[in-house]
Every structure is written in structure tokens, then in C-alpha cells.
């Protein structure tokens, strides 16, 4: 069966030992193959392509331009091929080559480190971003990353694997000097300004359709980009804010002066979860998805152990 893309391994490997030998004959004696069948191979390609490789005029054979261009291409393919058939002889996929991971930024605080050391015992190369979790998501789906942790599942594509790793309550941060009422929000809104996470952020965009439902139209202010910025302008006084225990602990909770109290309408909560394509990397995703839930169990409900028995005993549990 011709190949979809009008050329396959051993084709690239005809023309491109045709034309770094010079002729079919030399690239036949090399390959251990009939010279018709070096010609009949290279006679396929061209018409497949659409394009003359060879300028036969000329001895010995030069390449046309297109020809110069498919043989940049077809080494590097052909010298990845070969790499790839000597790992899998000598048992040498069983390490993967290169991991690329996009965590949220509370995430990538709490747990980071200890995950990329993880990472380190099962790959041979890993990246690591932090950022916008639409972009993450975006990222996945054009395979720019392999995994993402973030809080939108991509739960309308298919073709994906999930791994529930947090689900955490939204909570009402006021100053530590608040010592007025929490009950009324809009109240709030007139006695402290808003801050505000940028709209284009996924976490904006769930406090802003929340205020939405409940009716509340807060005037745009303060609208910041940085959760550790937005908790010290909290906790310098200038207004209040809605967030999560993680963007709590990334910011340094026990470095700022907050009253953190349940929020007074409906509840509201946000679950972070680990995708990967299914099928591409093993275990590796489960395994991932295990270590953040047990590195999470650690030093993140510690403190808030410590700080907020109430805030911890919130916060959903994943086996």
C-alpha cells in the first residue's frame, strides 16, 4: 500500500544514498538491492511528490531544488528512525525522551520542585512552564506540552486522559484588620475596592460569572495578574478579594496579614486536574497525578492545618 504521505522510510533512503553516491548503480551495490529497483523506486517518488528530485542531465546526479530540499529533510528523518529502531533493540524506551509539563502557578509553588524530580527519574529531558490555564489547555491540544495540571479538564475533547489531583473551596480574604461584617458582599464592595483577577485568566473568569449569578456588578477597579500581588494588596488594606487555599499557600500565607472567611452566598470550588493524551506516555500521567496528590497532603494541608483547621478540612480528597 503506497504511504498517505507519498514517501516512506525506505524510499528516503533510496533517493537520498542515490544522490550522495551519484548514481542508482552505486546506491543499488550499497543498498544490496537490483538497479531497477532503485530506478522504479525513484521514479514513484517523483511522480508521488509531483516534483523532479534528480537533474539527470548532469553527471553524476544532481539534485533539483525541491531535491535539495527533500534530502535536508529525509537525513534528519532517516538518522531519527535510526535512533529510534537502537533504542527499541537495546531496550532503551523504557526511559521517555523528553516530557514537557504546564502546571498552574499555585500548583507549580507547592509542589514544583519535588514533581520535576520525579519527572527526572523517567525521563531523559523534561520542561516545565507555568502561566494562563487556557493556554495550557490550548498547548496540550497542538502538542506544544504533554501534560498540563490545571483547572480546566478539557472535558469536550476526546482522546484525552484525566487524573483528579485537588478540588478546593473559593473563600473571602479581607484584610486582618477587617472587623466589620462578611455577610454582605455588595455592603463590602462600598467600604473596600474589589481585586480583581485579570479577566482573561480562568480563575477571573469563574469569580466573575460566580458574581454574576448572585447579581452582584462590582465596579472594575483593581484587576491584578498576580495572586501573590493580589493577596498583598489584600493584606495591606486597599480591598478584598475571592480566591482559593492554593493560591492562598502560594502566596505565603503565614507572611500576611488576612482574614479568610467562608464565602457568605453559594459555594463555589475549583478541581485541578491532570491531562495527557491517552496512550503516549504510560504510566507516567497516573504516576504524576499519585505523587501531587501525596506532595499536596504534605506541607500545603500542614499549613493550613496550623492556620485554618476549618479551610483544610475543606478541601476535597482524592485516592
Not at 77 to 97: C, D, M, N, W, Y
Not at 207 to 234: F, K, W
Request: aromatic share 6%; charged share 25%; glycine share 6%.
Amino acid at each position: 500500500m503506497r504511504s498517505g504521505f507519498g514517501f516512506d522510510l525506505r524510499s528516503m533512503e533510496i533517493f537520498v544514498e542515490t544522490l550522495e553516491r551519484g548514481s542508482q548503480s552505486a546506491a543499488a551495490d550499497y543498498l544490496g538491492i537490483k538497479q531497477s529497483s532503485v530506478s522504479q523506486s525513484l521514479a514513484n517518488l517523483e511522480e508521488a511528490l509531483g516534483v523532479a528530485l534528480f537533474d539527470r542531465r548532469s553527471r553524476p546526479l544532481e539534485a533539483t531544488s525541491a531535491g535539495r530540499f527533500f534530502h535536508d529533510r529525509a537525513k534528519r528523518l532517516l538518522k531519527e528512525a535510526r535512533v529510534t529502531r537502537r533504542e527499541l533493540v537495546s531496550g532503551g524506551f523504557g526511559q521517555l525522551h523528553q516530557v514537557r509539563l504546564a502546571l498552574v502557578d499555585s500548583l507549580a509553588t507547592a509542589v514544583g520542585k519535588p514533581l520535576i524530580e520525579m519527572i527526572r527519574r523517567h525521563t531523559r529531558d523534561h520542561t516545565l512552564t507555568t502561566g494562563l490555564s487556557h493556554m495550557h489547555a490550548h498547548s496540550l491540544l497542538t502538542r506544544h506540552v504533554d501534560v498540563i495540571i490545571s483547572d480546566d479538564p478539557l472535558q469536550d475533547y476526546d482522546g484525552l486522559e484525566r487524573h483528579a489531583i485537588l478540588r478546593e473551596p473559593f473563600v473571602l480574604v479581607l484584610p486582618g484588620s477587617w472587623s466589620g461584617p462578611v455577610n454582605n458582599l455588595r455592603w463590602l464592595s462600598r467600604q473596600l475596592d474589589f481585586a480583581r483577577y485579570v479577566p482573561h485568566s480562568l480563575i477571573g473568569q469563574t469569580i466573575e460569572r460566580y458574581l454574576r449569578l448572585e447579581g452582584l456588578e462590582l465596579p472594575p477597579r483593581l484587576h491584578l495578574d498576580n495572586t501573590c500581588a493580589l493577596m498583598r494588596l489584600v493584606s495591606h488594606g486597599v480591598g478584598w478579594t475571592i480566591t482559593t487555599p492554593l493560591c492562598l499557600f502560594q502566596a505565603g500565607l503565614d507572611t500576611l496579614d488576612l482574614r479568610i472567611e467562608p464565602l457568605p452566598l453559594s459555594p463555589l470550588s475549583r478541581e485541578l486536574t491532570l491531562v495527557a493524551r491517552r496512550d503516549e506516555l504510560g504510566d507516567l500521567p497516573a504516576q504524576l497525578a499519585r505523587d501531587a496528590r501525596r506532595l499536596l497532603d504534605g506541607e500545603f494541608r500542614r499549613a493550613l492545618r496550623a492556620r485554618h483547621a476549618w479551610l483544610e478540612a475543606s478541601l476535597g480528597r482524592f485516592s
